[in-house]
């Protein structure tokens, strides 16, 4: 007796789209990024867009409140080491299912294509949690007490701290956009940081 199941490709289409949420409209927008695991956040605006394209009744300011109010979300390099949003519940899973992972592509990627060695890497990460042990600074602060970043290509894509985000050492903001209410909201959410973790805002400063 032949037990195989027979699609044809336009099922086989169909299903591919139903499992990413995308054939029905759900009710609850977290539940739509835990079911997605993460969802890609490099550009700010395509998020809310992933998520409205599969919950149209989700309110417009939802993920901000999600992020900084109920802290439901959480914001970091994570999947195929871009930024994604993530379940605040999830995060600890995600992190260290892949974390290790990334870290070592982050090094081959840094040696293999910016010419850095691990070594000369693993030196630049000691360096930059050395002064923002005396408190958070800019990506520009940064810069001018250790200006070997300055010769690191692509670092307004985090390539230079984005290793000590996925150890859990570095929390980065890419804040030059941003104003004064969601530059309240990110300093008070500081203190649920790690114990000696730090924290590098580009262009503004946390309110101290």
């Not at 000691?126 to 970043?149: F, Y």
Request: proline share 4%; with cysteine.
């Amino acid at each position: 007796m032949n037990n195989t199941l027979k699609v044809t490709p336009l099922q086989a289409r169909r299903f591919a789209l139903m499992r990413q949420l995308l054939g029905v409209d759900a009710q609850n927008p977290l539940e739509v990024v835990q079911r997605l695991v993460a969802i890609q956040a490099q550009y700010e605006t395509t998020a809310p867009i992933a998520i409205w394209s599969r919950c149209s009744s989700v309110a417009t300011q939802w993920m901000d409140a999600a992020l900084y109010d109920t802290k439901v979300l959480v914001k970091t390099w994570s999947l195929r080491g871009a930024v994604h949003f993530m379940s605040s519940a999830d995060l600890a899973m995600i992190v260290s299912s892949i974390g290790g992972k990334q870290l070592a592509d982050y090094f081959h990627f840094m040696e293999t294509r910016r010419g850095i060695s691990g070594a000369d890497l693993k030196a630049i990460h000691k360096g930059i949690l050395k002064p923002l042990s005396s408190g958070p600074l800019s990506r520009s602060e940064l810069q001018v007490v250790l200006p070997a970043l300055e010769r690191i290509a692509g670092t307004s894509w985090g390539l230079d701290i984005k290793g000590l985000a996925f150890t859990g050492d570095v929390v980065f903001a890419n804040s030059t956009c941003f104003e004064d209410p969601l530059m309240n909201k990110i300093s008070a959410q500081t203190k649920y940081m790690k114990p000696g973790a730090k924290f590098i805002s580009f262009t503004r400063s946390l309110n101290r």
